[in-house]
């Protein structure tokens, strides 16, 4: 009966702390906060799991090995509930306070997406390869003749797919839609890890409408240097940022030599050390992704029609 008062007690004072917090009107700092201490107590929630676990290990030499490996995985957890509010926490100095709920109606948006920077022209495929560490990683972008609605609003479906060394290790629908203005809309992805050809994680999956997710802009409709903007918005499951860093760039792929090319770097808070620059030239799209921390690359190698 104690353990379960303390218990009401610490989520009564998480709600004071909210509500005082909301109070300065920085909702993004407030949403950055609540994140972390979700993520801090289903880090220690996890610790009592595996120490429940430990109990049922026989052998005793084993089951002091578990109990003094739980706490070191619980320190690593913590760090990294740290350091993905240090990412959130930068995003909201260039954010500002305000919450993030775009005004999505359907009369602004049109039937085609032709940014320069991003089109999506029913039946064409991106084709792009890299050598990462795991192998040959093959990624086909099909941006199928299929549409969904969500919001109300009419989204063109792309199938991603990617293969690393010839097997299935990714399995993605993606929902695009453009404005009146020329942005392009991200409006969600229902994606699929594998290992073995086994699903092995949904992370990531979230639809715009769904349980507080919301769509981002994936491509300004008028890219300019120093531009920092949401591309999606499901908490703690899919919160990317992209910042234009230049209007101007070349780059050669095997698919070709493309000038005046938009490159722009993405973060996320969910995973912090992933830093990413990618390159769209204009009447074509993303030609290069590039790992600024491994230095892995994912190049264009053709384009095709079906």
């Avoid at 839609?177 to 392009?184: I, P, R, W, Y």
Wanted: hydrophobic content about 35%; some cysteine; glycine content about 8%.
């Amino acid at each position: 009966m104690k353990t379960r008062l303390l218990l009401v007690l610490s989520v009564i004072g998480l709600t004071c702390t909210a509500t005082r917090a909301a109070g300065e009107a920085n909702f993004c700092k407030l949403t950055s906060q609540t994140a972390l201490r979700s993520c801090q107590l289903g880090a220690q929630g996890d610790l009592w799991l595996a120490l429940g676990k430990c109990d049922n290990v026989s052998d005793p030499a084993e089951r002091k090995a578990c109990k003094q490996q739980a706490p070191v995985d619980l320190k690593d957890a913590l760090g990294q509930c740290n350091a993905q509010h240090s990412v959130r926490q930068t995003a909201c100095q260039r954010l500002g306070g305000q919450p993030y709920d775009p005004v999505i109606d359907p009369a602004n948006f049109v039937d085609k997406i032709d940014n320069p920077y991003f089109p999506l022209t029913p039946g064409t495929v991106f084709i792009y390869e890299g050598q990462t560490k795991e192998g040959l990683v093959h990624t086909e972008f099909f941006v199928t003749h299929k549409t969904v609605q969500i919001l109300g609003v009419t989204t063109v479906e792309v199938h991603d797919t990617v293969t690393t060394n010839g097997e299935l290790t990714e399995d993605t629908l993606d929902w695009f839609a453009q404005d009146k203005e020329g942005n392009v809309w991200y409006f969600g992805e229902n994606t699929m890890e594998l290992i073995g050809g086994r699903p092995s994680t949904l992370a990531g999956t979230f639809t715009a409408g769904v349980d507080g997710a919301k769509p981002g802009i994936i491509m300004e409709a008028h890219p300019a240097i120093g531009d920092f903007y949401r591309q999606e918005f499901a908490l703690d499951e899919a919160e990317d940022f992209a910042e234009v860093k230049t209007l101007s760039d070349t780059v050669t792929v095997p698919a070709g030599k493309f000038t005046q090319c938009v490159r722009t770097r993405e973060t996320t808070p969910l995973e912090p050390d992933l830093k990413e620059a990618k390159w769209y030239a204009p009447g074509v799209g993303n030609v290069l992704t590039k790992d600024l921390t491994t230095g892995e690359k994912s190049a264009l190698i053709r384009i095709e029609f079906r």
